[in-house]
C-alpha cells in the first residue's frame, strides 16, 4: 500500500491572458473549442498570454511531501488549483488516486450570516464528507479549531484566524490519500500553527502531502523532496532539500543591492574574505573576515559601523555593531580602514544578505548605507530551521 | 484494499471520451443530491437572516404588484376582459406562477455568481449549485402559496380534481426557466451584459405573458401566442382557479422541448466551468 504512485503529473501546462477583455473572449472560445472537440493549438499562445504553468511534471508515492516554493507569480497556486481539478490544463495530463483534500482558502465555503455550527455541515457536505461522517467528527472538529464558545454565533464576527482554524479542522478531518495545502497557515497562531504540524505529521506516512509554503523553516521541517517553481517553470526538483532551497534563495539574488544615507559618508569598497581569501562563499563556523573602507565628514567625530546580515525574505538575523563591541571610530576626516572578524560564524547553510551602515554617534542619522551588499552564501547540507545552528557541547549521561 | 478514486485532468476535450463524460455526469448528479440538500438548506435559513421582515418577503413582491394591477383595472386605466372570477384571484395567481419563471430563469446565474469563491476555491460536484437553486425557486413558491391559499378561502375557490396537476405545472415553468438559466450561465458568467439584460427582458417578457390579462382574449396580439411561457403559465393556473385557458398541447410541446434542452444546457454547463473558473481571477 505504501509504494503506489497517487498523483502523476506529466508535463502539465497552463495560460493565463493578461487583458481581461481578450481573457474573457477567449473563455469564451476555448468553451466553443469543447463543443467542437477541438484540441488544435492548445499550446500556442494567443494574443497577451503568457504561460503561467509551463511544462510541469512530477511523481508522488504515498509518505512523500512536496513543497512548492517560489516567488509570487511563480505559478504554485495555478498549479494547486489543476492539481484539484478546478481549472483544466491546456497541456498535459495530470492523474490523482484516491480522496483528494485541498486546502486552498479554508473560509472559501462559509456564509457569514450562518453561525460555526451551520458552516460546518456546509463545508464538510462540499469536501465530500457525509452527514453521518460530519456528524461522528463533529465533535473532534469543534476541539480541534479551539472555537468554544463562538460555536453558535454567525462566522462574519469570526477573525480571519479563527475561521482559518475552522477550516482547517474541517478538512483535516477527511483523512485524505492527497492533501494540497496552499500557505493557509500563515494565519494562525504559533500554537495553533504547531497543533496543525503536528495533526499533519499524523497522516504523513500514508499520504501525498503537496504544500506551497514561504516559509523556509516549515518546508525544511515538512517537506522531503522540493520543487522550486520560477515564471511557471520547474528550476528545481528533487529530494536535496538543501540544495533546493539555494535554488531558491538565489532567485532573489539580482535586484535587492540599494545605497542610501545622507552623503556624509562614502563607503569605498567591501570585501568578505575567508583564510585570506576573498570569498563571499564560506562553510558553516568558518572564520569570516569583513574588510571595509569608508571616507566620513569631519563633522561627524565618533561614527558607528553596523553590520547587518539578512536572510532571503529581508529579515535581519544577525548584527554586528562597533558600538556594542566598545570600539570608538575616531574619524579625522581621512579614509579609514575597518577590519572586522566574525570567529566561527554559526549561520545554517543557505544564502544572506549583508548590509552595511555608517551612523552618527547618536545613532540618528544614515550617513551611508550598503543594503544586501553583499550576497553571503554558507555551504554545507544541513538545513536548519533556523537562521542560526548554535555549536552545542553535548554530554549524555 | 478497496480500489481508489482515480480522476484525470487532461487538455483533451472532454466530449473526446463521451462514454466517460456520460458515466462521470450520472455519477456527478447522483453524488450531488446530499449535498443539493446542504446548500439549499443553507441559502434558505441564510437568505433572510439578514432582514426584519423575514419570509415576508417571499409574498411582498406579489402583493405589491398584484395591488397596482388591481388599483389601475379599478380606475380603468387599464381595461382587462374576459376573465372569469375576481380579478383579484386572476391577478394573484398569475403573478406568484409568474415569479416561479423569473425566479428559476435567475437562479442559476445567482447561484453561480454567489458562489465564484466557492468555485474558484473548493472542489465539489458542481451539479449542486443549480440543484440547490431549484429547490430554493421550489421553497419560495411553498411561502407564497400559503398567500393563494388565503386568497383562495376568501374567494370560496372550489378545489376541483384538476388541481392535482398543478405541481406538474409548476414544475414545467421551473423546468423551462431553469433551461434558459442553465444555458445562459456560461455567457453571463464572462460577459455581465448576460445578467442585465435579462433583468430588462424579463420586464417585457412580463408584459407579453398572460399574467395580468387573460389569453383567451380576441385580439391578444401574436408574440404572447408564440410565447412558449404563455401555455404553461396559462395552463396551471386555470388548474389552480379553475378557468378555461387551458393549451394542452403547446404545454406538453415546451416541456418536452425544454428537456431535451436541459440536457444539452447540462453538458454545455460542465464543459464550460473549468474554463469559467479560470478566466474568474484567482
Same mark, same amino acid.
Given at each position: 500500500?505504501?509504494?503506489?504512485?497517487?498523483?502523476?503529473?506529466?508535463?502539465?501546462?497552463?495560460?493565463?491572458?493578461?487583458?481581461?477583455?481578450?481573457?474573457?473572449?477567449?473563455?469564451?472560445?476555448?468553451?466553443?473549442?469543447?463543443?467542437?472537440?477541438?484540441?488544435?493549438?492548445?499550446?500556442?499562445?494567443?494574443?497577451?498570454?503568457?504561460?503561467?504553468?509551463?511544462?510541469?511534471?512530477?511523481?508522488?508515492?504515498?509518505?512523500?511531501?512536496?513543497?512548492?516554493?517560489?516567488?509570487?507569480?511563480?505559478?504554485?497556486?495555478?498549479?494547486?488549483?489543476?492539481?484539484?481539478?478546478?481549472?483544466?490544463?491546456?497541456?498535459?495530463?495530470?492523474?490523482?488516486?484516491?480522496?483528494?483534500?485541498?486546502?486552498?482558502?479554508?473560509?472559501?465555503?462559509?456564509?457569514?450570516?450562518?453561525?460555526?455550527?451551520?458552516?460546518?455541515?456546509?463545508?464538510?457536505?462540499?469536501?465530500?464528507?457525509?452527514?453521518?461522517?460530519?456528524?461522528?467528527?463533529?465533535?473532534?472538529?469543534?476541539?480541534?479549531?479551539?472555537?468554544?464558545?463562538?460555536?453558535?454565533?454567525?462566522?462574519?464576527?469570526?477573525?480571519?484566524?479563527?475561521?482559518?482554524?475552522?477550516?482547517?479542522?474541517?478538512?483535516?478531518?477527511?483523512?485524505?490519500?492527497?492533501?494540497?495545502?496552499?500557505?493557509?497557515?500563515?494565519?494562525?497562531?504559533?500554537?495553533?500553527?504547531?497543533?496543525?504540524?503536528?495533526?499533519?505529521?499524523?497522516?504523513?506516512?500514508?499520504?501525498?502531502?503537496?504544500?506551497?509554503?514561504?516559509?523556509?523553516?516549515?518546508?525544511?521541517?515538512?517537506?522531503?523532496?522540493?520543487?522550486?517553481?520560477?515564471?511557471?517553470?520547474?528550476?528545481?526538483?528533487?529530494?536535496?532539500?538543501?540544495?533546493?532551497?539555494?535554488?531558491?534563495?538565489?532567485?532573489?539574488?539580482?535586484?535587492?543591492?540599494?545605497?542610501?544615507?545622507?552623503?556624509?559618508?562614502?563607503?569605498?569598497?567591501?570585501?568578505?574574505?575567508?583564510?585570506?581569501?576573498?570569498?563571499?562563499?564560506?562553510?558553516?563556523?568558518?572564520?569570516?573576515?569583513?574588510?571595509?573602507?569608508?571616507?566620513?565628514?569631519?563633522?561627524?567625530?565618533?561614527?558607528?559601523?553596523?553590520?547587518?546580515?539578512?536572510?532571503?525574505?529581508?529579515?535581519?538575523?544577525?548584527?554586528?555593531?562597533?558600538?556594542?563591541?566598545?570600539?570608538?571610530?575616531?574619524?579625522?576626516?581621512?579614509?579609514?580602514?575597518?577590519?572586522?572578524?566574525?570567529?566561527?560564524?554559526?549561520?545554517?547553510?543557505?544564502?544572506?544578505?549583508?548590509?552595511?551602515?555608517?551612523?552618527?554617534?547618536?545613532?540618528?542619522?544614515?550617513?551611508?548605507?550598503?543594503?544586501?551588499?553583499?550576497?553571503?552564501?554558507?555551504?554545507?547540507?544541513?538545513?536548519?530551521?533556523?537562521?542560526?545552528?548554535?555549536?552545542?557541547?553535548?554530554?549524555?549521561? | 484494499?478497496?480500489?481508489?478514486?482515480?480522476?484525470?485532468?487532461?487538455?483533451?476535450?472532454?466530449?473526446?471520451?463521451?462514454?466517460?463524460?456520460?458515466?462521470?455526469?450520472?455519477?456527478?448528479?447522483?453524488?450531488?443530491?446530499?449535498?443539493?440538500?446542504?446548500?439549499?438548506?443553507?441559502?434558505?435559513?441564510?437568505?433572510?437572516?439578514?432582514?426584519?421582515?423575514?419570509?415576508?418577503?417571499?409574498?411582498?413582491?406579489?402583493?405589491?404588484?398584484?395591488?397596482?394591477?388591481?388599483?389601475?383595472?379599478?380606475?380603468?386605466?387599464?381595461?382587462?376582459?374576459?376573465?372569469?372570477?375576481?380579478?383579484?384571484?386572476?391577478?394573484?395567481?398569475?403573478?406568484?406562477?409568474?415569479?416561479?419563471?423569473?425566479?428559476?430563469?435567475?437562479?442559476?446565474?445567482?447561484?453561480?455568481?454567489?458562489?465564484?469563491?466557492?468555485?474558484?476555491?473548493?472542489?465539489?460536484?458542481?451539479?449542486?449549485?443549480?440543484?440547490?437553486?431549484?429547490?430554493?425557486?421550489?421553497?419560495?413558491?411553498?411561502?407564497?402559496?400559503?398567500?393563494?391559499?388565503?386568497?383562495? *378561502? /376568501?374567494?370560496?375557490?372550489? +378545489?376541483?380534481?384538476?388541481? %392535482?396537476?398543478?405541481?406538474?405545472? &409548476?414544475?414545467?415553468? !421551473? #423546468? @423551462?426557466?431553469?433551461?434558459?438559466?442553465?444555458?445562459?450561465?456560461?455567457?453571463?458568467?464572462?460577459?455581465?451584459?448576460?445578467?442585465?439584460?435579462?433583468?430588462?427582458?424579463?420586464?417585457?417578457?412580463?408584459?407579453?405573458?398572460?399574467?395580468?390579462?387573460?389569453?383567451?382574449?380576441?385580439?391578444?396580439?401574436?408574440?404572447?401566442?408564440?410565447?412558449?411561457?404563455?401555455?404553461?403559465?396559462?395552463?396551471?393556473?386555470?388548474?389552480?382557479?379553475?378557468?378555461?385557458? *387551458? /393549451?394542452?398541447?403547446?404545454? +406538453?410541446?415546451?416541456?418536452? %422541448?425544454?428537456?431535451?434542452?436541459? &440536457?444539452?444546457?447540462? !453538458? #454545455? @454547463?460542465?464543459?464550460?466551468?473549468?474554463?469559467?473558473?479560470?478566466?474568474?481571477?484567482?
Amino acid at each position: 500500500m505504501k509504494n503506489d504512485e497517487l498523483v502523476v503529473v506529466d508535463g502539465v501546462s497552463k495560460k493565463f491572458c493578461k487583458d481581461l477583455k481578450k481573457s474573457l473572449w477567449y473563455g469564451l472560445n476555448d468553451i466553443y473549442k469543447e463543443l467542437k472537440i477541438d484540441s488544435s493549438e492548445n499550446n500556442r499562445l494567443r494574443d497577451d498570454e503568457f504561460w503561467a504553468v509551463n511544462n510541469i511534471s512530477f511523481n508522488l508515492k504515498r509518505g512523500e511531501c512536496l513543497g512548492l516554493i517560489g516567488c509570487n507569480g511563480a505559478g504554485k497556486s495555478t498549479l494547486l488549483k489543476l492539481l484539484n481539478g478546478l481549472i483544466k490544463p491546456d497541456q498535459g495530463r495530470i492523474e490523482i488516486r484516491g480522496r483528494v483534500c485541498a486546502m486552498i482558502e479554508l473560509a472559501a465555503g462559509f456564509n457569514p450570516v450562518l453561525t460555526g455550527r451551520e458552516n460546518i455541515f456546509i463545508n464538510g457536505a462540499m469536501l465530500g464528507l457525509s452527514k453521518k461522517e460530519i456528524q461522528d467528527k463533529f465533535d473532534a472538529i469543534v476541539e480541534f479549531s479551539e472555537i468554544g464558545e463562538f460555536l453558535d454565533t454567525p462566522v462574519a464576527s469570526y477573525s480571519s484566524g479563527m475561521k482559518t482554524r475552522l477550516g482547517f479542522s474541517i478538512a483535516v478531518q477527511m483523512e485524505p490519500d492527497v492533501l494540497i495545502v496552499d500557505e493557509v497557515l500563515a494565519v494562525g497562531d504559533i500554537g495553533f500553527n504547531a497543533k496543525c504540524f503536528n495533526r499533519i505529521r499524523e497522516i504523513y506516512e500514508n499520504t501525498v502531502i503537496i504544500f506551497v509554503s514561504h516559509s523556509i523553516p516549515q518546508i525544511a521541517r515538512v517537506a522531503n523532496k522540493l520543487c522550486v517553481l520560477d515564471k511557471g517553470n520547474i528550476v528545481f526538483y528533487g529530494q536535496d532539500i538543501p540544495k533546493g532551497i539555494n535554488v531558491y534563495t538565489s532567485l532573489f539574488d539580482k535586484t535587492k543591492k540599494s545605497i542610501t544615507g545622507n552623503g556624509k559618508a562614502t563607503i569605498d569598497r567591501i570585501d568578505v574574505s575567508v583564510n585570506g581569501k576573498s570569498s563571499v562563499e564560506f562553510d558553516y563556523l568558518d572564520n569570516v573576515n569583513i574588510h571595509i573602507e569608508v571616507s566620513i565628514d569631519k563633522s561627524k567625530l565618533n561614527p558607528v559601523c553596523c553590520i547587518l546580515i539578512l536572510n532571503h525574505l529581508m529579515e535581519v538575523v544577525a548584527q554586528c555593531d562597533s558600538s556594542f563591541n566598545k570600539v570608538k571610530i575616531n574619524n579625522i576626516g581621512k579614509k579609514i580602514d575597518i577590519n572586522i572578524l566574525l570567529p566561527a560564524l554559526n549561520l545554517n547553510p543557505g544564502n544572506y544578505y549583508m548590509s552595511v551602515s555608517i551612523m552618527d554617534e547618536a545613532r540618528i542619522e544614515v550617513l551611508s548605507q550598503h543594503f544586501a551588499a553583499k550576497l553571503l552564501s554558507v555551504k554545507g547540507c544541513f538545513v536548519g530551521m533556523a537562521p542560526v545552528q548554535l555549536n552545542g557541547e553535548w554530554s549524555l549521561n | 484494499m478497496t480500489k481508489l478514486k482515480t480522476r484525470i485532468y487532461n487538455s483533451e476535450p472532454q466530449l473526446k471520451d463521451v462514454r466517460s463524460f456520460i458515466q462521470l455526469m450520472i455519477n456527478d448528479l447522483k453524488t450531488s443530491y446530499e449535498l443539493s440538500i446542504v446548500l439549499m438548506v443553507r441559502n434558505i435559513s441564510s437568505q433572510y437572516r439578514q432582514t426584519y421582515l423575514g419570509s415576508l418577503w417571499a409574498v411582498l413582491p406579489a402583493i405589491f404588484t398584484t395591488s397596482i394591477f388591481v388599483y389601475l383595472s379599478n380606475k380603468r386605466v387599464l381595461s382587462i376582459e374576459n376573465i372569469e372570477g375576481p380579478y383579484v384571484l386572476y391577478v394573484i395567481s398569475g403573478m406568484v406562477l409568474w415569479q416561479v419563471f423569473t425566479d428559476s430563469i435567475n437562479s442559476p446565474l445567482n447561484q453561480a455568481d454567489k458562489s465564484i469563491t466557492m468555485l474558484k476555491k473548493i472542489m465539489f460536484t458542481r451539479e449542486a449549485l443549480i440543484v440547490a437553486g431549484i429547490g430554493e425557486v421550489l421553497f419560495n413558491f411553498l411561502i407564497r402559496s400559503i398567500l393563494l391559499v388565503i386568497t383562495f *378561502i /376568501y374567494y370560496d375557490v372550489q +378545489i376541483t380534481l384538476q388541481f %392535482i396537476f398543478v405541481p406538474i405545472g &409548476v414544475m414545467s415553468i !421551473v #423546468l @423551462f426557466g431553469t433551461v434558459i438559466g442553465v444555458l445562459l450561465l456560461p455567457f453571463g458568467l464572462l460577459y455581465r451584459d448576460v445578467g442585465k439584460s435579462l433583468t430588462m427582458l424579463t420586464t417585457l417578457w412580463f408584459f407579453i405573458t398572460p399574467v395580468i390579462y387573460s389569453s383567451s382574449n380576441q385580439d391578444v396580439f401574436d408574440l404572447v401566442k408564440y410565447n412558449p411561457v404563455t401555455p404553461l403559465l396559462a395552463t396551471t393556473r386555470s388548474l389552480l382557479i379553475g378557468s378555461n385557458e *387551458i /393549451y394542452t398541447n403547446q404545454f +406538453i410541446l415546451v416541456t418536452c %422541448i425544454s428537456i431535451l434542452f436541459l &440536457v444539452a444546457g447540462w !453538458v #454545455l @454547463f460542465r464543459l464550460a466551468i473549468p474554463h469559467l473558473v479560470s478566466r474568474m481571477g484567482s
